[in-house]
């Protein structure tokens, strides 16, 4: 049992005084409940898990089968370039002959997600199958963040692409990338 001694000495050389019996606070109770309190908050509170978003990645092609060419209708095909200091560039259709674009955007709901809502409504009015909807391929510079790639998936993720892809990009595009970065200067 724990106990809470408070004042009382003995006196030496003074005159006697009738004894006080000191008061005794018994804190066993109070431990206790501390503890069941800790424990109950220890158990009961659930530890934030981190999101994540699915990504679908292909399987691995063996090295002596030649990787497989898909031909996309170029009118069902979004390219979008991520450049340096949070640029981006935008094209729809093919990179010799873009059929819109190239435009730089930037992110949020004015910006890509805007172009991303208008494009995927004008494929779904044109085929008329939602199954054949638009197609946005990510293209990456070596200037661009690893925050930008994550904040142009969630604007893909939050207009719901039905398909895209991250691709390598091609030196043509680089060349398309930088000389609408300068021009935006």
Known sequence: MAELNTGGGDSKGKKVRSKKQDAGVDLTAMVDLAFLLITFFMLTTSLSKPQSMNLAMPDKTPEDQPPVELTISEDRTLTILLGEKNKMVWYYGLANEPIEGP???GYGKNGI??????????????YGDPKKGLIVLVKASKKSTYRN???I???IAITKVPTYAIVDITPEEKAMLEKEELLTK
Not at 113 to 126: A, T
């Open 103 to 105: 435009t730089v955007v």
């Open 113 to 126: 997600r805007k172009e991303l809502l208008s494009k995927i409504k004008s494929v779904v009015e044109k």
């Open 153 to 155: 998936l969630d604007e």
């Open 149 to 151: 790639l994550v904040d």
